[in-house]
């Protein structure tokens, strides 16, 4: 038996193909070494995200995320839900909070799942993986693991929002979380101190209002070269998209020079753990991170 | 639509912050607003030039009966949902909610600017992730680059081109999506059915707090 096992919610970016199919193979090779049991919510659905709020209307936001409440209780029962991604994380701690405080919202969400043939009894409990790693191991336990530390590199950790704010991780400041530090440090990599480690990537604005994403996105990548990083770190998809993939864009615009790979934590630890290049899908980033290229060759 | 905008205004007469707060999500709050300013200075967005009236000036428009200027902004808009000023309001107020609850309820009732690109996010990313229950990646972009015709989406798609062969070549771009092949559950007529349900109770909730 797996040392811990959870009902696993990846989120519609962290699917085969998708935007964030990268994050996805290297947890999947992460949670191989530290002996996690991931089982896939059956059917789990979109949480919504936060964008579509002037669409969805309060309830049928909810009910979607109540569908994947009662499949991971019916399916799963007493596993805790995993989210990987910060806003199916959100969605679902939202959706819990709101329906847990609120009997008339929970009466309506009651009758529109009974619709799809569900109902929930208990919502399970929500995390998003680093708390599973930081709470449910902790640093010591995920240090033991490690066989190639990353010793001599620099990683800027960028939190961005939504794995911090509204919820963030316990113990952890909304100003300055030091979670992601102590992470790269596990791995033996070193955290640089740079200034917008908390700040926004725009989120789903690159879409709508690239400009003003991309103007916030320069700060980011310039923060991180000042602080003498040779690589960002983050726990979001839409952070790791909306950092690595303007840079051409952001070029362009303002002459700037930026080629600096942005990694998931999960691709650090897969490689410190001793995977390969593949088993960190390295290959799933679009500027290429060719320093741990080469140590994963090694 | 614009029914429903008179039907209101002629209910609250000149009381909108009544009407904020009762019929918008999270509009109860409002009047919890000490007018500190800490909202706006925390918001990214703010730092860009992105806001004509930053949240507090809203809270304090909603308060002064401005029911045009408030509902026809731009402002609210702009949230990116990063909870900057969520976690440091002094007063506890949860204004990335009630800046989502204000554009919903300008929207609903069609006093929202037309062709505003993040109403548009909004609408396609629901309509996109409820079709299938799962994002369709690839449609959602179409669509968004789209938006304001075939010629100015071809621009934007040259001007994305490398972007998304970047991710093409990092397999986390799948363009077969594009042709309805790709993620979906597979109780979509149980979702459906969910969905409508919710959509009429929701109704009836917003049709109550118009009557009452």
């Known amino acids: 038996m797996a040392r811990k096992e959870y009902a696993f919610y990846p989120g519609c970016s962290s699917q085969k193909g998708a935007s964030a199919s990268n994050y996805l193979t290297s947890v999947e090779s992460m949670c191989k070494t530290l002996d996690i049991k991931m089982t896939e919510i059956p059917d789990w659905n979109c949480c919504g995200a936060s964008v579509s709020y002037a669409e969805s209307g309060e309830l049928p936001r909810i009910a979607m995320n109540a569908r994947n409440f009662a499949l991971a209780e019916s399916n799963l029962p007493g596993q805790d839900i995993v989210a990987t991604c910060a806003a199916c994380w959100l969605g679902s701690r939202e959706s819990k909070e709101r329906l847990e405080h609120n009997s008339g919202l929970m009466a309506d969400t009651q009758l529109a799942l009974k619709e799809a043939g569900l109902q929930i009894k208990v919502i399970p409990e929500i995390k998003h993986m680093v708390e599973v790693l930081i709470e449910d191991f902790g640093y010591d336990e995920l240090k033991k693991p490690v066989k190639k530390p990353l010793n001599g590199m620099k990683f800027a950790g960028y939190v961005g929002c939504q794995t911090n704010r509204p919820f963030g991780i316990v113990g952890e400041s909304f100003e300055n979380p030091m979670y992601l530090d102590k992470l790269i440090e596990t791995v033996g990599g070193e955290a640089v101190p740079y200034d917008q480690k908390a700040t926004c990537c725009g989120g789903a604005l690159a879409f709508s209002e690239p400009e003003k994403a991309q103007a916030q996105i320069k700060d980011i990548i310039e923060a991180a070269y000042d602080g003498g990083a040779e690589m960002i770190v983050t726990p979001c998809p839409l952070c790791q998209a909306n950092v690595e993939v303007y840079q051409g864009s952001i070029n362009k615009k303002y002459g700037t020079k930026f080629d600096i790979p942005v990694l998931y934590y999960s691709q650090l630890m897969t490689l410190a753990y001793g995977g390969s290049a593949k088993e960190a899908a390295l290959d799933g980033n679009v500027v290429r991170a060719r320093k741990l290229e080469e140590f994963a060759g090694k | ?212």
Request: proline letters at 3%; glycine letters at 6%.
């Open chain 2, 1 to 212: 639509m614009s029914d429903l905008n008179q039907k209101m205004a002629a209910k609250y007469q000149n009381n909108f912050l009544k009407e904020i707060e009762e019929q918008a999500e999270m509009g109860e709050w409002v009047k919890m607003c000490m007018q500190c300013g800490l909202c706006s200075g925390s918001c990214p967005t703010n730092f860009q030039a992105g806001w004509d009236h930053p949240p507090q000036e809203l809270f304090m428009m909603i308060r002064a009966g401005k029911r045009d200027e408030v509902l026809k902004s731009n402002s609210m808009w702009m949230c990116t949902s990063c909870y900057n000023c969520y976690v440091r309001c002094p007063r506890k107020v949860p204004v990335t909610h009630v800046m989502h609850g204000i554009a919903e309820y300008a929207y609903r009732i069609g006093q929202s600017p037309k062709n505003q690109p993040t109403q548009h996010l909004s609408k396609t990313f629901w309509d996109n992730c409820t079709k299938t229950g799962r994002v369709n990646e690839v449609k959602l972009t179409q669509s968004l680059y789209f938006k304001d015709g075939i010629g100015s989406g071809i621009k934007k798609a040259m001007e994305m081109q490398s972007v998304a062969l970047g991710l093409v070549k990092a397999k986390r771009l799948n363009l077969m999506e594009a042709v309805g092949l790709s993620h979906k559950c597979k109780d979509i007529k149980g979702i459906h059915a969910m969905l409508a349900k919710a959509n009429e109770l929701e109704a009836k909730r917003q049709a109550d707090k118009a009557k009452a």
